[in-house]
Antibody, heavy 118, light 108 residues
Framework: EGQLLESGGGLVQPGGSLRLSCAAS????????MSWVRQAPGKGLEWVSY????????YYADSVKGRFTISRDNSNNALYLQMNFLRVEDTAIYYC???????????WGQGTLVTVSS | EIVLTQSPGTLSLSPGERATLSCRAS???????LAWYQQKSGQAPRLLIY???TRTTGIPDRFSGSGSGTDFTLTISRLEPEDFAVYYC?????????FGGGTKVEIK
């Protein structure tokens, strides 16, 4: 079935940086594309970034393009999100999720909270 | 990008009742590329349905999805206590993938 566990969230000042990690287990990680999806407090879901199984293809939401970088380490079953030039509006719970089929998400991790505030 | 509008925003029902949730797209969602998720308070979203009408493994058959084009529906035939949650639709027909704003199903 698969499990995902995020870490690395916390409080950071505007303009700062943070690196999120997602540890995968229970499935063959290097055969699945992965994504990050975020949820601002009390709000809906927003797709953030995509990374192909090999790591060769990446896509980003316009709201984070040029500031966030997605990467993976298939030898350690890990997904990452490097977030630079953080803004107050980046405050959210960040979920990693495995992609299935054309592009639906299953399963999801439990999420890690990123708070951008001075 | 495709904008998904979910209605109603909140649905107040009693256990045992039928819930009908709507997801309307700003343009056609080709190939029925639409998924539904359930999110309970303090938890991550969970996939219920993909391809508009296919239940994923482990989802009870009281959950059903239907629709095509721009209009999609999630139906819960008889609400169980554990079904009270927020439900989101998501389209993956065009990039970027987008989610609806959610429908909260609350206990009346």
């Amino acid at each position: 079935e698969g499990q995902l566990l995020e870490s690395g969230g916390g409080l950071v000042q505007p303009g700062g940086s943070l690196r999120l990690s997602c540890a995968a287990s229970g499935f063959t990680f290097n055969t699945f594309a992965m994504s990050w999806v975020r949820q601002a407090p009390g709000k809906g879901l927003e797709w953030v970034s995509y990374l192909s199984a090999s790591g060769g293809d990446t896509y980003y939401a316009d709201s984070v393009k040029g500031r966030f970088t997605i990467s993976r380490d298939n030898s350690n079953n890990a997904l990452y999100l490097q977030m630079n030039f953080l803004r107050v509006e980046d405050t959210a719970i960040y979920y990693c999720a495995r992609l299935q089929g054309p592009w639906w998400f299953d399963p999801w991790g439990q999420g890690t909270l990123v708070t951008v505030s001075s | 990008e495709i904008v998904l509008t979910q209605s109603p925003g909140t649905l107040s029902l009693s256990p045992g009742e039928r819930a009908t949730l709507s997801c309307r797209a700003s343009q056609s969602v080709t190939s029925g590329y639409l998924a539904w998720y359930q999110q309970k308070s303090g938890q991550a979203p969970r996939l219920l349905i993909y391809s508009a009408s296919t239940r994923t493994t482990g989802i009870p058959d009281r959950f059903s999805g239907s629709g095509s084009g721009t209009d999609f529906t999630l139906t819960i035939s008889r609400l169980e206590p554990e079904d009270f949650a927020v439900y989101y639709c998501q389209q993956y027909a065009t990039s970027p993938v987008t989610f609806g704003g959610g429908t909260k199903v609350e206990i009346k």
